[in-house]
């Protein structure tokens, strides 16, 4: 085996050399900026679209495989969870870059997971393990990790593979391993003890190459911001109700710097969530197709194909400065949300409170306040209702609840309630009963205190902007990517259904090109953020050859979806399926084998609660919608770019936590 002391500096300077050469010249244009933007265009994922691995040798320990690696856990420490190609050394697997691809770089890093092995007694002497990528049988790099006795490892960042100048970075950001079509590459691990002889683990270590793709990159100059060509800002309130804002007529002041940025933009009366959960429905955002589409729809297939250009992708090739934070921890890196951010912070397999994020993006902010930036923020004030600010609480909240009881009581409440809905626990008793008023009214004032707290963050930011003079050359879009309810049908959280109050959202956009203080009523989804956004910037998303815009306020059918749906009395997750058209709605069970349909009609101008059933009194309309649901669904799985990948462990434990899951 060749490893790391074969290196030979002259071949890492050769294919810096040859990559600056070679691949530089393709930039649109000679650049004066000395901080040009690096956009990434991925020609081929080979963790989505797999080559033919050869397999070169494994551990006896445990097999090569794709999953998923963490080195730290750590904010900002370059210890993202990544789809791997897990090899627990010694192991290695050889494949070959495909005829007609390249020249181009192929971009991995190699890491350790921050829990190494199942059990510290598991690692019982220090080592250390070693990684190397050869091309064509020569050392492009190598790295090593230091493992102490037990395994406790410091946070620990990816290493990103390739050749290096003199500074430890190529001239077109980051590390480049250039290669062409019909070149052999290798990606190999192995162990040594503290005497530095190579040695076989008597545990499967989980260690491995993170992300693997075929990249080009192009440097775009960074420019400044005006009103023909704004900055953009995202700003996602997760598990928002659109029924609990003052914007939208309920009656307690629950979002007051909301209805400021309403006055001087536009309010959309009728905007819907591609799904009734976070993954489809943010996923359905950025990149302005539906979930059966983009393939982020469960745990079973939530990575977000490389194919698709997302919002922040088409943004960046024009010359915006892009960043992303997300206090989500299901918008991370490991299922791809970070596609076309130069700056992306995340906390994969957790909540993040406002307070720990707005200041971080802020001063991203204000640190590219020259320049035009696009600016995703996604906070979870209204996910859970922690970390919530005193003056909220104070208007809100009953100044002698204990607000860290409630938040575990509206949890349990809800999983049990669930259970009893499907059938797994026989419970005759009725739902204020089981549920006490007094608990369901602090669950009620609790939620409310959250959205103030919200509303508060958006405020900061709006003020920021004033401050920095930019309020008259920024686009600020304000939205969420679902409801919750709150008892409403006898159960709680979301994903479970299609109902407004988990699908009807709240949309607000103001800025340059756009009216001021007005109210439109078309019916839309979320997913026309991206085009529509996109095109107040001027570019288009590749891909989409009519993709609508929030601008042209004709109605269109409107679809949403949910993976995670309940029937009443079955146990287990269903398909269900919807769809609006004009006044009237459609609740689709799209039935596996073996199970019978059931569908549901509605009527929303009549009755906007959804609570009378009309399909048997007009089949006929329910028959049209029913056809116009499944004919939109074959067309856009038709269209899906590849079968997604399934969640982690570590995503399916946080997944479980939140409700999204249950133990089976």
């Known amino acids: 085996m060749q490893h790391a002391q074969e290196m030979r500096r002259p071949l890492l300077v050769l294919a810096a050399l040859l990559v600056s050469v070679t691949w530089l010249p393709s930039c649109e244009r000679k650049l004066e900026d000395s901080n040009p933007i690096v956009v990434r265009e991925v020609l081929r994922d080979f963790l989505e679209h797999e080559p033919d691995w050869e397999v070169l040798g494994e551990c006896p320990n445990g097999k090569f495989a794709l999953g998923s690696l963490q080195p730290a856990r750590a904010i900002d420490s370059g210890g993202a969870v990544l789809t791997s190609v897990i090899l627990p050394p ?24 921050h829990r190494l092995a199942k059990e510290p007694e598991d690692i019982p002497e220090q080592l250390s393990i070693h990684f190397s990528v050869t091309v064509n049988g020569q050392l492009i790099d190598s790295n090593k990790v230091e493992v102490p006795r037990g395994g406790v490892l410091r946070d620990l960042a990816w290493h990103e593979m390739g050749a290096r100048d003199s500074e430890g970075s190529s001239s077109s950001g980051g590390a480049e391993i250039l290669v062409r079509g019909g070149d052999r590459v290798e990606l190999r691990t192995w162990c040594e003890n503290a005497a530095g002889e190579e040695m076989i683990p008597s545990a499967r270590l989980l260690a491995g190459f993170g992300r693997l793709s075929l990249e080009g990159r192009l440097l775009r100059s960074r420019e400044k911001a005006s009103p023909d060509a704004p900055n953009i800002i995202l700003f ?78 088409a943004l960046q090739r024009a010359g915006y400065s892009t960043a992303g934070f997300a206090a989500n921890g299901l918008i991370n890196e490991s299922v791809q949300f970070d596609q076309g951010f130069e700056h992306f912070v995340s906390w994969s397999g957790r909540f993040a409170a406002s307070k720990d994020l707005m200041p971080r993006a802020l001063s991203w902010m204000r640190e590219h306040r020259d320049e035009r930036f696009f600016l ?36 349990n409440y809800s999983k049990h309630l669930r259970r009893i809905q499907s059938g797994v626990v026989r419970n005759k008793v009725p739902l204020d009963e089981l549920v006490p008023h007094v608990d369901r009214e602090s669950i009620q004032h609790l939620y409310d205190a959250a959205v103030h707290t919200g509303d508060h963050w958006l405020g900061q930011l709006l003020d920021d902007l004033e401050e920095l003079g930019l309020s008259d050359q920024t686009v600020v879009a304000f939205t969420s990517d679902h409801g919750e309810e709150i008892f409403d049908r006898g159960l709680g959280k979301h994903g479970h259904s299609l109902y407004s109050e988990l699908v009807r959202i709240p949309l607000v956009l103001s800025g340059p090109g756009l009216g001021t203080g007005e109210r439109n009523d078309a019916v839309v989804s979320n997913q026309l953020l991206a085009p529509t956004l996109a095109q107040l910037a001027g570019v288009r998303l590749r891909g989409l050859e009519s993709p609508g815009s929030l601008l042209d306020s004709q109605s269109e059918p409107v679809f949403f979806s949910t993976h995670h749906g309940l029937l009443r009395g079955r146990s287990g997750q269903a398909i269900l399926r919807g769809v609006r058209q004009g006044p009237w709605v459609l609740h689709l069970h799209d039935p596996e084998e073996g199970q019978s349909e059931k569908r549901s009609l509605y009527r929303i101008d009549e009755d906007p609660g959804e609570t009378r059933d009309l399909v048997a009194k007009f089949p006929e309309r329910a028959d049209q919608l029913e056809q116009l649901l499944r004919a939109h669904a074959r067309a856009e799985r ?27």
Request: glycine share 8%; hydrophobic share 35%; with cysteine.
């Open 90 to 113: 010694p192991a290695g697997v050889a494949f070959v870059i495909p005829k007609g691809l390249g020249p181009a770089n192929l971009r991995t890093s190699s890491g350790v997971n």
């Open 236 to 313: 996602v309130q997760d598990t928002l109700r659109r029924d609990r804002l003052s914007t939208y007529g309920y009656g307690r002041p629950t979002a007051p710097r909301l209805d400021r940025l309403a006055e001087r933009g536009v309010v959309f009366e009728n905007a819907y969530a591609a799904s009734s959960w976070t993954w489809p429905s943010t996923a359905s955002m950025l990149s302005g197709v539906s979930p059966e589409r983009h393939g982020v729809r469960s745990e079973r297939s939530c990575y977000l194909s490389s194919q698709l250009d997302l919002l922040p992708e």
């Open 376 to 411: 995703y923020v996604h906070l979870v004030d209204t996910h859970g209702f922690a970390d919530l600010l005193p003056e909220s609480q104070a208007l809100f909240v009953d100044e002698e609840l204990d607000d860290e009881f409630v938040r575990k009581a509206f949890d």
């Open 638 to 664: 038709a269209l899906a770019p590849g079968l997604g990948r399934a969640a982690d462990d570590s995503t399916l434990e946080f997944l479980e936590d939140i409700g999204y899951i249950g133990k089976d």
